[in-house]
């Protein structure tokens, strides 16, 4: 793959979450549709680091869903290293879904890494008092951090959150304080309120703050399209390690890049589009072996404009990639588009969605009482990936 090389870059040492050691200090965030085996199979294919699964819901793991059962199993080559994010809001339910997971070895092996959500600013999660709502009622945090980490015996336990519900009403400084009392291993932390959204830039100076605060890692997370975003983030707020979501979107080789910098290399991969055709072909090729062809191809379409981003390409290209069913048929259109450099106007722009900003939504008298303990009613969800 062709490199483009930069100014030499200063290193970051390995991240510790108990005894697990991630080198680079590098994760891949969980998004819905996205982080399944074959995606994670690709990143690794370009950089260590710790790949976590899309999120999963612990009642739907505690009742067996088949689906998230499915959602839950490792990838081939990540026993040592099988990362699950969990999205829980009764502790008792928290707690019976690590004990599967960590006893029972329901994802076909033991995780090696546990992380619980508590940032998810999705409308119809947080009117039900879930995700980036939760850390408000900080008694509950407490209680479910608690009961996780008891769970989970010796595999570490982390969590993820936000700055806060909005600008009035911040929580990461009272949920790192939490999750360090209770034992988890590292605390991650998005530069946004939930009511941003994905919208603005993220404000990384909380981090920092969370940084001085704390004696457990923190993880920068929010705005990290390059890998030299991710040094800059280090730099400036000192995290122990980055949490890498959109930004890798149409570009998994961003590891390989995350890898390098982490190590004080200047190597930073710049594909031509013959390059990214390859690896386009390889990521459906993963997912047609997870899923079927027809479905694999199918998943993978929504993957097609992130990778061709910036490159010129035929509109008739473009519409028929869209309506990809086979493999030979993907890298037949594939080879009609020409090659050509990698388009450096795309980088450092956002990837991914981005929405505006609104008022987050949220159950009634949900701001009264920080200290109550009771799980928030229907928040529960029943089905895993967010």
């Not at 994802?107 to 879930?130: E, M, Q, S, W, Y």
């Not at 505006?356 to 701001?367: C, H, M, T």
Request: charged fraction near 20%; charge should be negative.
């Amino acid at each position: 793959m062709t490199s483009g090389t930069l100014e030499r870059t200063t290193g970051l040492p390995p991240l510790r979450l108990g005894p697990l050691t991630v080198d680079p200090a590098v994760v891949l965030a969980p998004m819905a549709g996205i982080t399944n085996p074959a995606f994670r199979t690709l990143c690794r294919e370009f950089g260590a680091g710790l790949y976590v699964c899309e999120m999963i819901t612990t009642r739907a793991l505690v009742e067996r869903s088949e689906k998230t059962l499915q959602m839950v199993q490792a990838a081939p080559g990540e026993a040592d290293a099988f990362s699950v994010q969990l999205y829980g809001v009764a502790p008792a339910t928290v707690a019976r879904a690590v004990e599967m997971l960590v006893d029972e070895h329901v994802a076909g092996t033991r995780p090696a890494h546990i992380d619980l959500n508590f940032g998810c600013p999705v409308p119809k999660v947080t009117r039900k008092g879930g995700g980036s709502a939760l850390p408000w009622r900080r008694t509950l945090l407490r209680n479910i951090v608690r009961s996780a980490v008891t769970a989970a015996k010796d595999v570490p336990v982390t969590i993820k959150t936000r700055i806060g519900i909005d600008a009035d009403h911040v929580t990461y400084l009272d949920a790192g304080r939490i999750a360090q009392d209770e034992g988890a291993a590292g605390i991650t932390l998005h530069g946004r309120t939930a009511d941003q959204l994905y919208s603005g830039t993220a404000d990384w100076a909380p981090i920092a703050r969370l940084v001085e605060t704390l004696d457990i890692p923190v993880l920068g997370n929010g705005d990290l399209w390059e890998a030299d975003d991710a040094l800059r983030m280090v730099a400036e707020t000192g995290c122990a390690g980055v949490v890498v979501g959109r930004g890798c979107l149409g570009r998994p080789w961003l590891f390989g890049d995350l890898a390098a910098a982490f190590a004080g290399s200047s190597q930073r991969a710049l594909p031509t589009l013959r390059e990214v055709a390859a690896v386009m072909h390889r990521h459906a090729t993963l997912l047609a072996a997870d899923q079927g062809e027809l479905w694999g191809c199918t998943d993978f379409r929504k993957h097609v404009a992130w990778y061709l981003k910036g490159f010129s390409v035929g509109s008739d290209v473009r519409r028929a990639l869209a309506m990809v069913s086979g493999l030979d048929e993907l890298a037949e259109l594939l080879a009609r588009i020409p090659d050509q450099p990698y388009p450096q106007a795309v980088l450092g722009a956002p990837r991914g969605r981005t929405t505006p900003p609104r008022p987050v939504a949220l159950p009634e008298g949900w701001l009264a009482d920080r200290d109550d303990p009771t799980p928030p009613s229907g928040a529960e969800l029943t089905v895993s990936g967010g």
